[in-house]
């Protein structure tokens, strides 16, 4: 049971708010993942609302059929949703029944009978070592001084340290100077501890030197050029001009740099398990894609390069 159990009168609006602050406080879930689930589960009553012509109860979420589920699928995939979308509103509506069940609401297996399509995992596109470089250097030349500090220090932080752009947007001028490691909080508010290489470090406290603006050690560390804290859309646009000065591929993102930091690091031979552990991944055949990049790699050079690949 969870520790704020809904109460089993309730409306099947107050018990998705109800199964939000569960997910929330309890499993951690992230802002993007709270309104992502809850605008799901939000289409999926408000479908079944009209499907069925009338108000949905909880005697009418216990009673739905897995025919009535594939018809929410199927409008949902009329309004254009893709197999992702699929797959994610299922996990929402999945994890609303659990939660139903779990607190002693209503029982209903008919959401673990429905089969969502498999969706081919696309290969990270990373940066190759030189184009990472290029990159930095690059967004270090800057009209004005302590933007181009802050831009090369921010990419250094990127694909030296294999940050998502949260993490490195999160943190403030009193981290600085880096220490050996550096504690990051990531995905579903879980800590981890991250090496800084001597590079990122220095890129960071030139940065934070160069600030023209005052501030205290709680104050974000990277700043848009009025003094507010930068955010992601921002770093993006970064990446967006990087691609045209330096003829990037479009998937050449704040996010590619992480990508390239996990693959060059298990190209250079580094242990599966410990990448795992420096990009902070649950699982690792999460971090496994990164070995297939190296696979798809060694196929293509092969293709090029062997007499018998072109016979």
């Known amino acids: 049971m969870s520790s704020s159990r809904a109460d089993p009168g309730s409306l099947p609006g ?54 009535d589920i594939r018809a929410f699928i199927t409008a949902r995939r009329s309004e254009g949703l893709g197999p992702g979308g699929v797959q994610r509103a299922m996990a929402a509506v999945r994890s609303f029944y ?72 999160s943190l403030k001028r009193g981290d600085v100077p880096l220490g050996a490691t550096l504690t990051v909080l990531g995905k579903g508010r879980k800590e981890r501890s991250v090496p800084v290489l001597p590079v990122v470090a220095e890129a960071l406290q030139s940065y934070a030197g160069k600030i ?32 045209g000065a330096l003829g990037l591929s479009d998937r050449a993102t704040p996010h590619a740099l992480r990508h390239s930091f996990a693959t060059h690091l298990l190209s250079g031979g580094g242990d599966l398990r410990s990448v795992q552990e420096l990009l902070g991944h649950a699982s690792l055949s999460t971090t496994q894609i990164y070995t297939a990049i190296d696979t798809r790699e060694l196929l293509e050079t092969y293709e090029k390069a062997h007499p018998r690949a072109k016979a």
């Open 14 to 67: 107050e018990l998705r708010q109800a199964w939000l602050d569960q997910l929330a406080h309890e499993r951690r879930a992230s802002p993007h993942t709270l309104r992502a689930y809850g605008d799901d589960v939000t289409r999926f009553l408000g479908f079944q609302t009209g499907h069925l012509g009338g108000v949905v109860t909880q005697k009418t979420l216990a009673k739905l059929s897995p025919a």
């Open 212 to 243: 023209p603006f005052t501030g205290a050690p709680s104050d974000a560390l990277f700043l848009s050029r009025r003094g507010k804290p930068m955010s992601a859309r921002e770093a993006q646009s970064l990446m967006q001009k990087l691609r």
């Open 98 to 169: 659990k939660f139903l069940a779990r607190e002693g609401i209503l029982e209903n297996a008919a959401p673990r009978a429905i089969r969502t399509p498999r969706i081919k995992r696309r290969l990270p596109r990373p940066l190759s070592v030189d184009d990472a470089a290029r990159a930095i250097t690059v967004a270090g030349d800057h009209d004005i001084d302590w933007l181009g500090a802050r831009d090369a220090a921010l990419l250094t932080l990127l694909y030296g340290a294999g940050l998502r752009i949260s993490e490195a947007l």
